[in-house]
């Protein structure tokens, strides 16, 4: 599951009242950072060579003057997004969160990408100069959105060369995102294009606090998003499944089951599973859903890797006994009989009955959000043919993630904590093309119009291709 530690903490950058901290102790920082990603995060190196990644290592540490602690942050963010692993995250001090985060600096606006066209969906200012739900964001106090995505991409650490998930992340979040890389206004110049028009026009809106941004505050229409836990039949052949997440669900076990009990009792031919929202979760939960899908269980892991250093921070956790970790070539392997796609580990899930395997058609609807554990579901339907994919790249790559445990490390000058991901998950596939995540047989985008509408396109998509298999 990915940790949002990034959003509420990349917000000073233009804050001129902390203190200078010497280059010698930014130095010391940085380099204590770099030897534990070095130490700890298995995956530094999976997607671009150790020769690449130590030059940029340098070539960042080599523009770090004496500067704030804010300063210094960016630097720090530049170095993890290196890591080409969505997983992880830093934080500044609580006290300097807070002190931004009340200020009335921030541009009170959310926004939804529609390949890559920044809509509008809300708007928390306390006067409407006349910007309306579904207005397409063009510039920002003269910046162009895609140059003010391009600014903000160093800061995003997303997994592999993604690109759909950095436009995610970034559209839930905005006015933070966007104080990484222009810090604090009193107002803000945007110009629009109005929905069904070539009109363009302007408006000028006063900033607000990061307190004052909450749906609750919002004047424009609200978005529905496709992320309730659901089952229904859509008609005497078709159900629609939605598992937004493998974590917030009281009792995953329960849910597929009368889900799939109804899709045998409906005699359903055609199985649509959107995971559009699907950021993971608890381990074991992608599992469970797999096994409704699959006749006999199959190996899911090439290997589940974790660095030696490691051992001892979490040996003694109950689920790491259950893993049967042990050591191959100096490097702790978990379990064999834990890389199959039938592995619950303590989530103690029973395998369903036969009967309620489906063995008809499955749609499968992503996007850029569908990470982590949403992703490997993805990558086991993908790597067995399985499933038809609908909607766009996935966030999380086909090739698996590094995630699990984390070891949290503050650093020693700055107090910047960082969460380092320490379990390299290595799906059994080898791609041609490393780094990119689960590639749709049907790239559809949520589009302009049906955001408006609160409709789900891609849903509509695979009706209509199901329509014309009949």
Known sequence: ????????????????????????NLLSDYDFLVNELKAYHQGLYQYVDKNTVDQKIDSIRNTIESADKIEFFKKVNALIALTNEGHSGARLPFWTQTKFGMSNSFIPIKIEF???????????????????????????????IQDIMTTLKPYVATDGFNETSFYQWVGMDFPLYYAVAFGKSESFDIEVKKHNSQDIESF??????????????????????HNSFLYRTISDSIGYLCVPNFYGYKDFEEFYLNS?????????????????ENVGGVEGNENLLASYLFQKPFRKYKNVLAPKEACE????????????????????????FTLTSNYFSELGYKQPDTDLIFSGKVYVLTSGVTFSGGAEFASMLKMTNRAIFIGEETGGTYEGNVSGYSRDVKLPKTK?????????????????????GILPDHVVYQSWEDIIQAKNTKFEFALKLIQKSR
């Open 260 to 276: 799939f009990k109804s899709i045998r009792n409906d005699k359903i031919k055609h199985l649509i599973i959107d995971i559009q």
């Open 204 to 225: 000028t809106i006063e900033a607000r606090s990061a307190l004052k941004l909450k749906d609750n505050k919002n004047t424009l229409n609200t978005v529905k998003r």
């Open 416 to 436: 910047i904590k960082v969460s380092i991901p320490i379990v390299h998950f290595k799906v059994d596939v080898s791609p041609k093309v490393k780094g990119r």
């Open 1 to 24: 599951m990915r940790k949002f530690n990034l959003l509420f903490v990349l917000l000073t950058l233009s804050i001129s009242s902390y203190s200078q901290i010497s280059k010698e």
């Open 313 to 336: 921070n979490f040996k003694n956790k109950k689920s790491v006994r259950l893993d049967a970790w042990t050591l191959k070539d100096d490097v702790p392997h978990r379990g064999e």
């Open 114 to 144: 529609s390949n890559k066209k920044a809509i509008l969906v809300s708007y928390f200012g306390k006067e409407n100069p006349g910007v309306e739900f579904g207005d397409q964001i063009l510039s920002i106090n003269g910046v162009s």
